[in-house]
Nanobody, 124 residues
């Protein structure tokens, strides 16, 4: 498994922006598909965004499409989630995930490495 560390969460007013970072170590980051998931209190962990090893293929949940952007820099072993036009419904713990496959994936079971999570709170 890879070791993943997220950062960049915080408290932001609705309409604002945050950028989450996830840095990986422990295995070849550049060959891993990566994803972001989130879990709100009392709810299941849900898919947010995913990116292939090359960065060419990306997927987004309908709820964040057009507002969030996933990107990566394999030279820095880092993947980012740029979140714009934030809404209170975006409040959750955000998790970075990595998978052995090179392609992006939407299902949490496709990922074998998870970060510890970073809290994002959006207030109105």
């Amino acid at each position: 498994q890879a070791q993943l560390v997220e950062s960049g969460g915080g408290l932001v007013q609705a309409g604002g922006s945050l950028r989450l970072s996830c840095t990986g170590s422990g295995r070849a980051f550049s060959t891993n598909g990566m994803g972001w998931f989130r879990q709100a209190p009392g709810k299941e962990r849900n898919f947010v965004a995913a990116i292939s090893w090359s960065g060419v293929t990306t997927y987004y949940a309908d709820s964040v499409k057009g507002r969030f952007t996933i990107s990566r820099d394999n030279a820095k072993n880092t993947v980012w989630l740029q979140m714009n036009s934030l809404k209170p419904d975006d409040t959750a713990v955000y998790y970075c995930a990595g998978r052995l496959g090179i392609e992006a994936a939407l299902a949490s079971y496709e990922y074998d490495s998870w970060g510890q999570g970073t809290q994002v709170t959006v207030f109105s």
